[in-house]
């Protein structure tokens, strides 16, 4: 018996069964599988979604970072209390899931120490820049 000829449909959806996708709500990688309509990697994600505060701490960054140099930096508590006042400390953890829905996209990234970084990964304190 002979190979499978595959075409190119298939190939389209095997590349995409393995293609690198991030959460819609958090921005974390989420491991290929066979479902590829998936946008949440958790029920937590799915249930939080994307509400106005998200998109209220992506343009705040943007704005931030629009603001310095190019070469420059910042928090994500910066943005927390951009927006926050008295209360910015409930909004560091969305201040850093916005931040990896922007590096899923490819707006800015994440970096310790000076180094880029993989957001999905990341612990303890972190910066937002723009793409080198």
Known sequence: MG??????????????AHAERTCASCGRRMPASADTDTKWCSDACRRHKLDDTDRT?????????DARA????????DAARAIGGEDWRDLMEPARRAA?????????????????????????????????
Do not use: N
């Open 3 to 16: 190979r499978a000829i595959r075409t190119e449909d298939d190939a389209r959806r095997l590349d995409a």
């Open 57 to 65: 701490l992506e343009r705040t960054i943007d704005e931030l970072l």
């Open 70 to 77: 190019t070469t420059s930096s910042i928090c994500p508590s």
């Open 100 to 132: 990896r829905r922007m590096v899923a996209r490819g707006e800015v990234e994440i970096t310790q120490g000076g180094y880029v970084i993989d957001p999905s990964t990341a612990k303890g304190p972190i910066r937002i820049r723009r793409p080198r």
